[in-house]
């Protein structure tokens, strides 16, 4: 399925091989299949002149950590800054990770005047509101997009400043009650901007459904995420499946199985230890589990000492890291990525899962819960398998019949990327979003 022996050490060396014919599966097909408007427009720079020109789209970010949701943000925003036809800037209540990310994409930051907790209560909130409100109208973006329900905030002041709105919804929970965490009397604000917004984006067709099933909604669409390929193939650079491989000490006969994102309730990763106790004893024994995602909480350390009897009681190796921080930490996923043999998401809630594109970009077979987008990615019994949630016998079956099936689990892989080459595009994704600004600009104007 790979070429071990492939290997690019810059993005010099890459470029020619996009007409050399390497096989299904090598990073150079992967390389091939990158957006052409990326390639094109790396390291573009606009002339202050051209950035002027340009109309400009606030993007509202609700954290700057390195998980999904903010970096498919900051990956639309990147395209749109590398496409020319408008001005990103980016807005945050928080720094973190990401923030340097923008910055040496070129996009400037605007300081969000947040001080403090401003949900605590009313008072403090409008006051906060009026102070966002104001400083929408000091930049004077053409639409404001605001990502996450946990951007509701960034509605309400635009739509005070008169700006046109983009909500961007990625998350699955129920929508009747997802702002009841907040105090009473701010409730009626944050869900009134389900029909404010000018264009509310949903990233499936799934949670769409369960939206307009449980609550009206104004003026929906979806538009699934894409994934910048470019980006994610960067950090395999010079590398290759059987050297990833080697380092980690895998090896040629071990099945990798990977596990990315926070360990928390909501993903669910205890479902897979769980599994792994009701595997069949003659698959173990090549078996390696890596997940990547550990942060200091409650669940993790429930994760941590179930890991310890699961591995007293099968013997069967699993690792644990911390989750992404840095662009040396995300190299670190890529290259697990490449090295591993299956991908599991046992996540209670997803809208349309990145970490599925991205296995399904390295060739990964996937194992999933039936949440939401996932429906919409992962074809039964091709591309992967779906489990009830929860139900750790069903997830080992699966993960039994793919350990214990070389020839099975191989042809799985190979269906796996030609279901990547068939989902949502990052160009398609980047046209779709600038289209739905551009026509909300033209409404403003009309």
Request: aromatic share 10%; hydrophobic share 40%; with cysteine.
């Amino acid at each position: 399925m790979w070429n071990n022996n492939l290997k690019f050490n810059s993005r010099e060396q890459i470029l020619p091989s996009l007409s050399q014919g390497a096989g299904r599966g090598s990073v150079a097909q992967l390389a091939r299949e990158w957006s052409q408007d990326t390639l094109r427009n790396l390291g573009r720079v606009f002339s202050k002149d051209e950035a002027r020109a340009r109309p400009k789209i606030l993007y509202y970010s609700h954290n700057m950590e390195w998980q999904g949701a903010p970096n498919s943000l900051l990956e639309l925003a990147v395209g749109v800054q590398r496409d020319g036809k408008f001005e990103p800037v980016v807005m945050t209540a928080s720094d973190g990770p990401l923030t340097a990310v923008y910055g040496a994409a070129g996009i400037s930051q605007i300081p969000d005047p947040r001080k403090g907790n401003p949900l605590k209560d009313e008072r403090k909130f409008e006051a906060y509101l009026s102070k966002l409100t104001r400083q929408f109208r000091r930049v004077k973006p053409c639409v404001v997009h605001a990502n996450t329900l946990q951007s509701f905030h960034a509605v309400v002041a635009a739509k005070r400043a008169g700006i046109p709105v983009v909500f961007n919804v990625r998350e699955s929970e129920n929508p009747n009650t997802y702002f009841d965490f907040l105090p009473e009397p701010l409730r009626p604000q944050a869900y009134e901007t389900y029909n404010t917004a000018d264009k509310l984006v949903f990233v499936s067709q799934t949670t769409q459904a369960r939206w307009e099933s449980s609550r009206q909604c104004a003026k929906p669409a979806v538009i699934q995420n894409g994934i910048d390929v470019g980006r994610l193939m960067t950090r395999v650079y010079g590398d290759t499946r059987q050297q990833a491989r080697l380092r980690s000490a895998i090896a040629p006969d071990d099945i990798v199985v990977l596990s990315v994102g926070t360990l928390c309730e909501r993903k669910g990763q205890l479902d897979i230890l769980y599994a792994i106790s009701k595997l069949p004893p003659a698959v173990l024994p090549r078996l390696k589990f890596h997940f990547f995602g550990s942060k200091p909480n409650e669940y993790a350390g429930i994760f941590r000492s179930t890991v310890e009897s699961v591995v007293k009681a099968t013997g069967v190796e699993i690792n644990v890291f911390e989750e992404s921080r840095t662009e040396k930490d995300a190299v670190r996923v890529a290259q697990a990525y490449l090295s591993a043999d299956l991908f599991i998401l046992s996540s209670r809630l997803e809208s349309y899962p990145r970490t599925i594109l991205e296995a399904l970009s390295f060739s990964l077979p996937v194992i999933s819960t039936r949440c939401f987008g996932a429906l919409e990615m992962v074809e039964e019994g091709k591309s992967g398998y779906f489990y009830d949630t929860g139900d750790a016998a069903e997830l080992s079956d699966r993960l039994a019949r793919l350990a214990s099936n070389d020839k099975a689990r191989r042809e799985m892989a190979k269906q796996a990327r030609e279901r990547f080459s068939q989902l949502q595009s990052y160009d398609r994704m980047l046209a779709q979003y600038q289209a739905t600004y551009a026509d909300l600009m033209a409404k403003g104007d009309a």
